[in-house]
């Protein structure tokens, strides 16, 4: 019996076609009946050419997997292709390019989650580190809200972040935390160089064990009186600041 509860899902006529051409590993697509037209014929081309099972369903049905608009196409897929980030820097320096990483330590709302994916791969990130416990996950609304940037950036999920930070350190990658407590401000930092801006959860911010080892912290300035910016959109912030240092 599947279980709707676990099934990673992706909905939405342009997030499933760019999920099928970006070779994602789907199960099968769910194609709500009645559907007529050119994307009707698209999606089977599609699930033909690449030998993903295609059922007609009524729309009840679909509206059991998700609530969210999913404009009658449901693609279920297969568990994450995740990679490890000691894989993927030699890659990077191999290529002669300045890495650019993002780690994520206790981000788990999926929209949070999909909303960083999307900056990042605007912004020129190579992987999202993440936790293998205590990590969004990777779902149909995460990859929705990401835009599809979900399919183009690397995941690298790891058992420790902290091996993963100091393996950075050992390879030459400044790692930078964003902390409200911090007296340096972004734009005071040198993000020219290989870097891994490490993020924190909305409610905890980066854990202590993890803040203790980064190589630099810093603050986004702000001025009014709310507590802080909403996670994703203070990576956004770091992000462009890091890609207005390197396109200059």
């Known amino acids: 019996m599947e279980d709707k509860k676990k099934t990673p899902l992706i909905f939405g006529k342009h997030p499933v076609i760019d999920a099928i051409k970006a070779g994602k590993d789907i199960d099968k697509l769910l194609l709500e009946r009645g559907t007529v037209g050119d994307f009707e014929k698209e999606i089977r081309r599609l699930s033909k050419a690449h030998n993903i099972p295609l059922q007609v369903v009524p729309r009840e049905r679909m509206d059991r997997w998700t609530r969210s608009n999913h404009q009658g196409i449901i693609g279920l897929l297969s568990l994450v292709k995740y990679y490890h980030i000691e894989d993927i820097l030699p890659q990077l320096f191999e290529k002669t390019e300045v ?3 993002l780690v994520l330590d206790g981000v788990t709302d999926v929209r949070n989650f999909g ?5 990042a791969e605007l912004c020129g990130v190579h992987a999202i580190i993440i936790p293998e416990s205590g990590a969004a996950q990777i ?12 399919n183009d950036i690397l995941i690298c999920r790891e058992r420790s972040l902290m091996k993963s930070i100091e393996f950075l350190q050992a390879s030459g990658v400044q ?11 972004l734009h005071e930092l040198d993000l020219t160089q290989a870097t891994a ?5 909305e409610g905890k911010g980066i854990s202590k064990p993890v803040l203790k080892i980064v190589d630099q912290d810093f603050m986004i300035p702000q001025q009014g009186k709310t507590d802080s910016f909403n996670v994703s959109v203070a990576t956004g912030i770091m992000l462009y600041e890091t890609m207005r240092q390197r396109m200059g």
């Open 99 to 101: 890495p650019l990483l």
């Open 115 to 119: 909303a960083i994916a999307r900056s």
């Open 139 to 150: 779902n149909g609304d995460a990859i929705k809200t990401s835009a599809g940037a979900l």
């Open 175 to 185: 790692v930078m935390a964003s902390s409200l407590g911090a007296q340096t401000q």
């Open 197 to 201: 801006l490490v993020i924190g959860s």
